[in-house]
């Protein structure tokens, strides 16, 4: 079996060659180890060899692991799955950055819950870009009212789009998806000045969402191994 160690070189390099073939600095594309389902020990073990930020799915796994982790420096959590907006307090207290901000009753409750003593939480509006009835996320013209609405707030920062394209699909389908998100993203970003992340692309896919213009890919298996 492969160690974490061996799967964060691998996807680095996948990362470097993908930024090479598209001819772009391999610093504009940041990793984001998914560490969901697998233990602490295993985001210790991706932490050593130099990962910082880590992205979570279930909020209860968010807060157990930051709790046992707290000890790390500098490490980041990213909150990457579905809002129930119950459960939007733990994620405005523990989370520094969150991919999946599909509706404006998310965004109000994660400002109010913001604890004054942290840095404004930073905010993706995750997009269906392609309009699955099972996905969330909103729909491309959706998008600028979310954005002025989470710009209204001190307590967050508007810092980009995230998607998970169709699964499965043929890899023209895929880039055409891919290239509608970062026009979508470079129209955001020429009205927002802070806007610098397009989160799009996992482990089956990374390469073609780095060609197509991702900022931060989001891989998992590639890196833990499968999930059981
Ligand atoms: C699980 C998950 C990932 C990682 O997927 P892999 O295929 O394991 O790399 C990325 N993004 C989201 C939103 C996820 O839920």
Same mark, same amino acid.
């Given at each position: 079996m492969k160690s974490i160690a061996e799967g964060l070189i691998e996807v680095r390099k996948q990362i470097a060659i993908a930024c090479e073939n598209s001819q772009?600095?391999? +610093?504009?594309v940041q990793l984001l180890a998914v +560490?969901?389902?697998?233990?602490a020990t295993a985001v210790q073990a991706a932490y050593q060899q130099g990962q910082h930020k880590f992205g979570e799915n279930y909020v209860q796994e968010l807060v157990t692991k930051a709790q046992q982790l707290a000890? %790390?420096?500098d490490i980041e959590w990213h909150f990457i799955g579905p809002i129930q907006s119950n459960k939007t307090k733990d994620i405005a207290k523990t $989370? $520094?950055?969150?991919? +999946?901000v599909d509706r404006a009753k998310i965004i109000r409750r994660l400002a109010e819950q913001?604890? +004054?003593? %942290?840095?404004p939480l930073n905010v993706l509006i995750q997009v269906n870009i392609d309009d699955e009835e099972t996905k969330s996320g909103v729909a491309p013209s959706q998008i600028a009212e979310l954005a002025a609405l989470v710009d209204d707030y001190p307590q967050l920062r508007l810092r980009g789009l995230m998607t998970i394209p169709? $699964?499965?699909?043929?890899e023209a389908q895929q880039q055409q998806s891919f290239e509608h998100m970062a026009n979508l993203y470079s129209e955001l970003s020429s009205q927002y000045p802070e806007v610098d992340t397009l989160s799009m692309g996992m482990s089956g896919d990374l390469e073609l969402a780095i060609a197509c213009g991702s900022t931060l890919v989001r891989v998992g298996t590639a890196i833990f191994g499968a999930r059981t």
């Open positions: 772009r600095e391999q +610093s504009s +560490s969901k389902t697998k233990p000890d %790390l420096k $989370a $520094a950055w969150v991919h +999946s913001r604890p +004054s003593g %942290l840095r169709r $699964a499965n699909s043929d």
